[in-house]
Nanobody
Framework: QVQLVESGGGLVQPGGSLRLSCAAS????????MGWYRQAPGKQRELVAR???????NLADSVKGRFAISRDNAKNTVYLQMNSLRPEDTAVYYC???????????????WGQGTQVTVSS
C-alpha cells in the first residue's frame, strides 16, 4: 500500500504566498520523478512543475519566476513554494510521484487527493 497526502492549500490574497507539501508513505522502494499539476474550473489539468531524482526541475511558463519545486528524499516529500500569487493561480493542485514499490520491478504513478488554492481579495 502506498498513500500520498497533500497539505498547505488555502485562501490567500493576490501577491501572497503558500507552500504545498506532498508526502508519500507505505511500501516504497524507490522514487523517481515528482510533480505538481493543477486544474482550474472549466479548464484542463496542466503540469505546473516537476523535479527528477537528480534535482533537475521544469516549470510551466505561467509560473516561472514565481514558483519553485523542491524535494526531501529522506521524508519522501515534494514541495511547491508559490509566491506572488495571482487570481488565475486558483485551482485544485495535485501532486504526482513516480515510484517503485519495495520488491517490485515496475514503476507506477501515484496521485495525491488534491488541495484547493484560492487567490482572491
Amino acid at each position: 500500500q502506498v498513500q500520498l497526502v497533500e497539505s498547505g492549500g488555502g485562501l490567500v490574497q493576490p501577491g501572497g504566498s503558500l507552500r504545498l507539501s506532498c508526502a508519500a508513505s507505505g511500501n516504497i522502494g524507490s522514487i523517481n520523478d515528482m510533480g505538481w499539476y493543477r486544474q482550474a474550473p472549466g479548464k484542463q489539468r496542466e503540469l505546473v512543475a516537476r523535479i527528477i531524482s537528480g534535482g533537475s526541475t521544469n516549470l510551466a511558463d505561467s509560473v516561472k519566476g514565481r514558483f519553485a519545486i523542491s524535494r526531501d528524499n529522506a521524508k519522501n516529500t515534494v514541495y511547491l513554494q508559490m509566491n506572488s500569487l495571482r487570481p488565475e493561480d486558483t485551482a485544485v493542485y495535485y501532486c504526482k510521484i513516480v515510484l517503485r514499490r519495495s520488491g517490485s520491478y515496475l514503476w507506477s504513478d501515484y496521485w495525491g487527493q488534491g488541495t484547493q488554492v484560492t487567490v482572491s481579495s
